[in-house]
C-alpha cells in the first residue's frame, strides 16, 4: 500500500535536468520524507546507476519518474520559424541551436531496468502507459502512481491500474504533466484534489506551490494522503540545480513565473525571463524537438552565469523558499505541519446510513445498541470497556484482506486493567494463526502506551472516535511519532 511508504506526508518532487539527485532523494528518505529520483533526459543506464547510489545512501524507499514518450504531430515550419528567431539568443552565450530531433527517452530500456531492479514506487508524466505495463511494474513489487492535470487524465490512469494519482495544480514548477501537449485544461491545486477525489478513491500525492507546513496541512485536508514539493527543495545544497537557478528564486530580479513552451516545446512554469518575454508567444507545441534545440544555449547560459536565458524553472510559490539542508527542511516542513491541529488527518463525522469506509474503529465504552447497530451496518470496530456484554467483542477487518474475529471471551477480571491490551494481545494471535501479516485498527481512549504497542505490532491506527481524543490526540500522537492520517469523529447521536 502506497501509505506504507510514508513516515511523513511529504515527498520531495521528482525534477529532471540535474535537481533530483541521489544525495537529495536518500537526504530526504532518511530525514522521514519519500525522496524521489528524475530519470527524465537521463539513459536506463544512468537512471540504474541513480538508483545503486540512492541505495547506497539510505535504506529507506524512494520514487523514480519517468516521462511516457508521446507520438504528436508537429507543425515542421512552425519549428522553423521559431529556430530562425532564437538563433541569436544562442549566438550571444556562443551556442548554436540544436536540431529539432523526437526521441523517446530510452522508455523501453528504462522499463527493462526498473522491472530488474524493483523500485518501491514509480511515477510517470506526460501520459500514462498501457495497463501492461504498469501491471509489469506492479508484479515486481512496485507501486505505481501516474501524474494527472485534470479529472480526465486522473480518470484514465484509474482505468488503466495506477495505485496513486499524483495530481498537479498549475501552481507546480516545472513541466506541465498533461497527457497531451496541447491540453491546456489546468486547474488550481485545491479544486483539483476535491474534484478527483469526489469521483475516484485512489490516494493521492498533492503537486503545486506547496512551500510550506501550513500548505502541506491545507492539500491533506482537501484529501491528498502526501504533498509533493519540487521547488521548496531547488535551494537545498543536496539539489544539482545549478547555482545560477537557485540564486533565481530568491533574486529581487525576478518577480513572476509563467507556463512557456519557450524552452522545450511543452508548457512549463519557470521565473519569467527576457528568453521566455522575447520568444515565449511564438514557441510551437513541439517536444521534445525545441527542448533539444534550446538545450546547449541553456547549458552556455548557465556556465556564463547568465538567467535570462535558462529555463528558470519554478513553482508559484518560489519567493517562500528555504535554502536549508533538505533533512533540516524536511524537519521543519513536518514542525510546520505538526503546528496545524488537525494536519494530516481526515476528521469527519460517520453518519450511520453509510457504510464504514475505515477499516476499523475501536469504540470506548459502548452501549449495546450501539454495538448492534454497528454491527448490523458491518462497521468494523474493536469494542473496548463494553461492560454490559464481556465476551462479544468483534474484531473485524474490512477489504481484500476480510477478517472477522467474533465472540473474544474476556476474562472479567481483566476489565479495567488493561483490557484493551489483553485484547489485541488475542488479536494480534488469531491473526497470526490465520496468516495474516498487517492488521490495521482504530482506537479510541487507549493509552499511549498501548498506540505505541498496536503500531510496534503493525498496526496502523486510523481512527479516533471521540471529539476531544481528536484535539488531544493528534498533537500526542506526533509527539510519539504515532502516524494518524485519517481521523474519524463518530458521532454518537445515532
Ligand atoms: C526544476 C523542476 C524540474 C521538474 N522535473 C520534473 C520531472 O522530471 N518529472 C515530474 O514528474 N515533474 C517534474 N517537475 C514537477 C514536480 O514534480 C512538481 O509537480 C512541482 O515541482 C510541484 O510544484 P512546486 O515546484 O511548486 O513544488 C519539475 C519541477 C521543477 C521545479
Known amino acids: 500500500m502506497f501509505k506504507d511508504l510514508l513516515r511523513y506526508p511529504i515527498i520531495q518532487a521528482p525534477m529532471a535536468g540535474g535537481a533530483s539527485t541521489p544525495k537529495l532523494a536518500a537526504a530526504v528518505s532518511n530525514a522521514g520524507g519519500l525522496g524521489f529520483l528524475a530519470a527524465g533526459y537521463k539513459t536506463a543506464a544512468e537512471m540504474k546507476e541513480e538508483i545503486n547510489q540512492t541505495r547506497r545512501l539510505t535504506e529507506y524507499p524512494f520514487g523514480v519518474n519517468v516521462f511516457v514518450p508521446g507520438n504528436e504531430v508537429i507543425d515542421e515550419s512552425a519549428v522553423?520559424?521559431?529556430?530562425?528567431?532564437?538563433?541569436?539568443?544562442?549566438?550571444?552565450?556562443?551556442?548554436?541551436?540544436?536540431?529539432?530531433?523526437?526521441?523517446?527517452?530510452?522508455?523501453?530500456?528504462k522499463l527493462t531496468v526498473l522491472k530488474e531492479v524493483k523500485v518501491d514506487l514509480v511515477s510517470f508524466t506526460f501520459g500514462c502507459p498501457e495497463s501492461s505495463v504498469l501491471r509489469?511494474?506492479?508484479?515486481?513489487?512496485?507501486?505505481?502512481?501516474?501524474?494527472?492535470?485534470?479529472?480526465?487524465?486522473?480518470?484514465?490512469?484509474?482505468?488503466?491500474?495506477?495505485?496513486?494519482?499524483?495530481?498537479?495544480?498549475?501552481?507546480?514548477?516545472?513541466?506541465?504533466?498533461?497527457?497531451?501537449?496541447?491540453?491546456?485544461?489546468?486547474?488550481?491545486l485545491l479544486e483539483l484534489i476535491r474534484m478527483i477525489k469526489n469521483e475516484l478513491e485512489l490516494p493521492i500525492i498533492a503537486a503545486g506551490g506547496l512551500m510550506?507546513?501550513?500548505?502541506?496541512?491545507?492539500?491533506?485536508?482537501?484529501?491528498?494522503?502526501?504533498?509533493?514539493?519540487?521547488?521548496?527543495?531547488?535551494?537545498?545544497?543536496?539539489?544539482?540545480?545549478?547555482?545560477?537557478?537557485?540564486a533565481a528564486l530568491n533574486d529581487s530580479r525576478f518577480v513572476q513565473t509563467t507556463v512557456t513552451r519557450a524552452f522545450s516545446g511543452r508548457r512549463a512554469r519557470g521565473l519569467v525571463n527576457e528568453f521566455i518575454t522575447e520568444n515565449g508567444h511564438a514557441a510551437p507545441a513541439a517536444y521534445p524537438h525545441v527542448?533539444?534545440?534550446?538545450?546547449?544555449?541553456?547549458?552556455?547560459?548557465?556556465?556564463?552565469?547568465?538567467?535570462?536565458?535558462?529555463?528558470?524553472?519554478?513553482?508559484?510559490?518560489?519567493?517562500?523558499?528555504?535554502?536549508?539542508?533538505?533533512?533540516?527542511?524536511?524537519e521543519l516542513l513536518?514542525?510546520?505541519?505538526?503546528?496545524?491541529?488537525?494536519?494530516?488527518?481526515?476528521?469527519?463525522?460517520?453518519?450511520?446510513?453509510?457504510?464504514?469506509?475505515?477499516?476499523?474503529?475501536?469504540?470506548?465504552?459502548?452501549?449495546?445498541?450501539?454495538?448492534?447497530?454497528?454491527?448490523?451496518?458491518?462497521?468494523?470496530?474493536?469494542?473496548?470497556?463494553?461492560?454490559?456484554?464481556?465476551?462479544?467483542?468483534?474484531?473485524?477487518?474490512?477489504?481484500?484482506?476480510?477478517m472477522e474475529i467474533k465472540n473474544i471471551a474476556v476474562d472479567e477480571n481483566h476489565h479495567?486493567?488493561?483490557?484493551?491490551?489483553?485484547?489485541?494481545?488475542?488479536?494480534?494471535?488469531?491473526?497470526?494463526?490465520?496468516?495474516?501479516k498487517k492488521l490495521e485498527i482504530g482506537t479510541g481512549n487507549s493509552s499511549i502506551g498501548q498506540l505505541a504497542l498496536y503500531q510496534k505490532c503493525g498496526f496502523r491506527i486510523v481512527g479516533v472516535d471521540r471529539d476531544f481524543f481528536t484535539k488531544h490526540y493528534s498533537e500526542v500522537f506526533y509527539e510519539n511519532g504515532i502516524q494518524c492520517r485519517d481521523m474519524i469523529r463518530l458521532s454518537r447521536s445515532i
Not at 522553423?80 to 527517452?105: C, L, M
Not at 505505481?144 to 498537479?168: F, M, Y
Not at 458491518?378 to 476480510?402: H, N, P, S
Request: aromatic share 4%.
Open 80 to 109: 522553423a520559424a521559431y529556430r530562425a528567431k532564437i538563433e541569436n539568443a544562442a549566438k550571444s552565450v556562443g551556442a548554436t541551436i540544436g536540431n529539432g530531433v523526437v526521441d523517446d527517452d530510452d522508455w523501453v530500456n
Open 136 to 188: 509489469e511494474l506492479q508484479s515486481t513489487g512496485a507501486l505505481i502512481a501516474v501524474t494527472v492535470t485534470n479529472l480526465e487524465e486522473a480518470k484514465k490512469a484509474a482505468g488503466a491500474g495506477a495505485d496513486v494519482l499524483c495530481v498537479q495544480g498549475i501552481e507546480a514548477g516545472g513541466h506541465r504533466a498533461s497527457f497531451e501537449n496541447r491540453s491546456e485544461d489546468d486547474h488550481g
Open 212 to 246: 510550506h507546513g501550513k500548505d502541506i496541512a491545507a492539500v491533506l485536508a482537501a484529501g491528498a494522503m502526501a504533498a509533493q514539493l519540487g521547488t521548496a527543495f531547488l535551494r537545498c545544497p543536496e539539489s544539482g540545480a545549478s547555482p545560477v537557478h537557485k
Open 291 to 330: 527542448h533539444h534545440m534550446t538545450k546547449q544555449m541553456r547549458k552556455a547560459a548557465g556556465e556564463k552565469g547568465n538567467p535570462e536565458l535558462m529555463a528558470l524553472w519554478a513553482g508559484q510559490g518560489h519567493k517562500l523558499s528555504r535554502e536549508k539542508p533538505a533533512s533540516e527542511l524536511v
Open 334 to 402: 513536518m514542525e510546520e505541519l505538526k503546528g496545524e491541529r488537525f494536519a494530516g488527518m481526515e476528521i469527519r463525522e460517520l453518519s450511520m446510513n453509510e457504510s464504514a469506509p475505515m477499516h476499523l474503529l475501536l469504540l470506548a465504552d459502548p452501549s449495546r445498541d450501539m454495538v448492534e447497530d454497528y454491527l448490523a451496518k458491518g462497521i468494523c470496530f474493536i469494542a473496548e470497556r463494553a461492560k454490559q456484554f464481556l465476551g462479544v467483542y468483534v474484531l473485524l477487518q474490512k477489504g481484500t484482506d476480510t
Open 416 to 436: 479495567g486493567k488493561g483490557i484493551g491490551r489483553h485484547l489485541m494481545e488475542h488479536a494480534i494471535g488469531q491473526a497470526r494463526e490465520q496468516g495474516y
